[in-house]
């Protein structure tokens, strides 16, 4: 059974300072989704990365295959990232993504 | 905006209720999902259609009815509801259903209250 665990579950941070929420995950797969969900409720798709590391503006995700485990970073934080932001992958073979339960962040000014 | 659109954005509905949820992408994908959020747990997989023809129902009770008229629009119809179906109720689509190498495109959802 694939399990994806996110930690942490909570983080609270000052306006500007570095962000690295981490993601683990147990069995082989062949992509990983990062995912933003603001209060509202609604979802973005932020990166899907199968090797390496990604950049868009001030999020950067990396994720290393051989130990399971992809970190998403934001630089220069501001109080707009506050959201909860989700970790999902597909296991080899399967259509289907398992989510994490997702790291609810909050940014103050 | 993902450019996936979902009514209505809230329901209370009782239990003995007969309600349908609507899903819209003009993105020109081919396969869109549904989606239960629970409080506190992880997204949970009910549904996929690719080409209007479901290819996954992930074990979800028969209240919950899915539709796919054509590849824009989906539908989920709801009948005697049970309190613990209440959740956040998202759409998702993408241009193919392969393997999750797919970027979804999410809808804002629908918070759905059973009473």
């Known amino acids: 059974k694939n399990e994806v665990e996110q930690s942490p579950q909570n983080l609270t941070a000052q306006e500007g300072e570095f962000i690295t929420i981490n993601c683990s995950y147990s069995?082989?797969?062949?992509?990983l989704h990062w995912l933003q969900q603001h209060p509202g409720g609604g979802i973005v798709s932020l990166f899907m990365?199968?090797?390496g590391k990604k950049k868009h503006g001030r999020l950067i995700a990396t994720i290393n295959i051989q130990e399971k485990h992809s970190s998403l970073h934001i630089t220069a934080s501001h109080p707009r990232d506050s959201a909860v932001y989700i970790c999902?992958?597909?296991?080899?073979?399967?259509?289907?993504?398992?989510f994490g339960t997702g790291t609810r962040l909050t940014i103050i000014p | 905006e993902t450019g996936v659109t979902q009514t209505p954005r809230h329901l209370v509905m009782g239990m003995t209720n007969k309600k349908s949820l609507k899903c819209e992408q003009h993105?020109?994908?081919?396969?869109m999902y549904w989606y239960k959020q629970s409080a506190k747990k992880p997204l949970e997989l009910m549904f996929v259609?690719?080409?209007?023809?479901?290819?996954e129902n992930n074990s979800v009770p028969s209240r919950f009815s899915p539709e796919c008229p054509n590849s824009s629009h989906l539908f989920l119809h709801l009948h005697t509801l049970q309190p613990e179906d209440s959740a956040l109720y998202l759409c998702?689509?993408?241009?193919?259903?392969?393997?999750?190498?797919?970027?979804?495109?999410f809808g804002a959802g629908t918070r759905l209250s059973v009473l």
């Open positions: 069995v082989g797969i062949s992509a």
């Open positions: 998702a689509s993408s241009p193919r259903t392969s393997g999750g190498r797919n970027i979804q495109y």
């Open positions: 259609y690719s080409l209007e023809e479901r290819v």
């Open positions: 990365l199968s090797s």
């Open positions: 993105l020109g994908h081919n396969a």
């Open positions: 999902a992958v597909p296991p080899f073979g399967n259509e289907k993504l398992t």
